[in-house]
């Protein structure tokens, strides 16, 4: 079964500074999905940005990057620029792409704190 | 923006009793799935739903757990014996397609068992 682990369970930053989020995930599968999700206090899961394991480059939606190591099964978040509304919980999920498989397997969460 | 949406925002009921949780997926979704987060944990997959049947389930969603879609646009998540244990955020999400393509979720509905 595939897991997802996130080491880091809270995270600080200075408003305006880069933070890195960790992620790591086991698998025997070659094409899959993985995807950062936020999470803010009122706990509606908003999608931040999505990788296909078959691309070889990085995703990037706005201030948020992927540093996506397939071969280390590595799926770090970056934020740049950080601001006070990036002050949430981050989970990094799983897809599978295997016939039948339609489930999100979650880490356990980073807690973000945006330090003003 | 098309969202998904659910109701109640948050349930408290008796241990034993009967719950049904409402979600109303995006309209040109046709996949539709349900997930449970317990306080302070991680958000865990319970069903996945298509073609008017269950097509993935988790070892938590057993028994005392049904989905169903009653009409064209709701699905909905019943716990027919509730237990303490139930207590948690429950999620609606629905996708176009299974594929790659994000599952969109719903606001959730805290669930609360006395």
């Known amino acids: 079964a595939q897991t997802v682990t996130q080491s880091q369970p809270e995270m600080s930053v200075q408003e305006a500074e880069t933070v890195t989020l960790s992620c790591t995930y086991d698998?025997?599968?070659?094409?899959?999905?993985l995807f950062w999700y936020k999470q803010p206090p009122s706990r509606q899961m908003i999608l931040v940005i999505r990788q296909e394991a078959y691309k070889q480059q990085n995703a990037t939606e706005n201030r948020f990057s992927v540093n996506f190591q397939k071969a280390a099964k590595s799926f770090s978040l970056k934020i740049s620029d950080s601001q006070l509304g990036d002050a949430a919980m981050y989970f990094c999920?799983?897809?599978?792409?295997?016939?039948?498989?339609?489930?999100?397997?979650f880490g356990q969460g980073t807690r973000l704190t945006i330090n003003p | 923006e098309p969202e998904v949406t659910q109701t109640p925002s948050h349930q408290v009921t008796q241990m034993g009793q009967e719950v049904i949780l409402r979600c109303v997926p995006i309209s040109n979704h046709l996949y539709f799935y349900w997930y449970r987060q317990i306080l302070g944990q991680k958000v865990e997959f319970l069903v996945s739903?298509?073609?008017?049947?269950?097509?993935?389930k988790s070892e938590i969603f057993d028994d005392q757990f049904s989905v169903e879609r009653p009409d064209g646009s709701n699905f909905t998540l019943k716990i027919r014996s509730t237990k303490l244990e139930d207590s948690a955020m429950y999620f609606c999400?629905?996708?176009?397609?299974?594929?790659?393509?994000?599952?969109?979720f719903g606001p959730g509905t805290r669930l609360t068992v006395l």
């Open positions: 999920a799983y897809k599978g792409e295997e016939q039948g498989a339609q489930k999100l397997v």
């Open positions: 999400a629905s996708s176009e397609r299974p594929g790659g393509r994000e599952q969109f």
């Open positions: 739903f298509y073609n008017n049947e269950i097509s993935e």
């Open positions: 698998t025997s599968e070659s094409d899959y999905y």
